[in-house]
């Protein structure tokens, strides 16, 4: 099973910052990664895939970067509609898929 | 706009079983596998199952085996989730989620359904 490790667990951002968020993987992914935003009380919602393709409707300020077993989450010019936690997601290794545990983007 | 509806879910004692129910709609739900993920209270997302387009492939999470069965009924649009033999582990808001065509992460989910398992 392919281990998903995120940092930090908890990120405080003043609105208009970036945020910089990291997902490592145990093993190589290649480009095999997503990223889910879920604000609470929500499903999930898919971010970026293939680590660094942005899903339909998701604002430009969302870039992801990576490959093999480091990954980057960047909102730049962060907004408070931006708070959430956000979860990576690796789907090279199967099954089972796995997540990380997650970063809690706090607005300060 | 893909939409995912959940039905199902409760509260159960240690031991029983429910089924869980998604119906997907504005997309053609017999082109594509289907998951299910659960988060347990205050936890992370955890993948349960999932199945092929046509259903006849199926896997499971090792915690869940054995004990849970996915199915589905193109006729119907719908994913099914047949839990038996429920304990308190499996406590948790469980979604339904659809993969791309051709990549492993999940573009749609549904609403969530709380499970409880107590006694």
């Known amino acids: 099973e392919i281990v998903m490790t995120q940092s930090p667990a908890t990120l405080s951002v003043s609105p208009g910052e970036s945020a910089t968020l990291s997902c490592r993987a145990s093993q190589s992914l290649g480009a095999d990664l997503a990223w889910y935003q879920q604000k609470p009380g929500q499903a999930p919602r898919l971010v970026i895939y293939d680590a660094s393709s942005r899903a339909t409707g998701i604002p430009a300020r969302f870039s992801g970067s990576g490959s093999g077993t480091d990954f980057t989450l960047t909102i730049s010019s962060l907004q408070s509609d931006d708070l959430g936690v956000y979860y990576c997601q690796q789907y090279r290794g199967w099954p089972p898929w796995t997540f990380g545990q997650g970063t809690k983007v706090e607005i300060k | 706009e893909v939409r995912l509806l959940q039905s199902g879910g409760g509260w159960v004692q240690p031991g029983g079983s429910l089924r869980l129910s998604c119906v997907g709609s504005d997309f053609t739900f017999s082109s594509y596998a289907m998951s299910w993920v659960r988060q347990a209270p205050g936890k992370g997302l955890e993948w349960v199952s999932d199945i092929a387009s046509a259903g006849f492939t199926t896997h499971y999470a090792a915690s869940v085996k054995d004990r849970f069965t996915i199915s589905r009924d193109n006729s119907q649009n719908t994913l099914y989730l047949q839990m038996d033999n429920l304990q308190a582990g499996d406590t948790a808001i469980y979604f339904c989620?659809?993969?791309?065509?051709?990549?492993?992460?999940?573009?749609?989910w549904g609403q969530g359904t709380l499970v409880t398992v107590s006694s």
């Open positions: 989620a659809k993969p791309g065509l051709t990549s492993w992460s999940f573009d749609s």
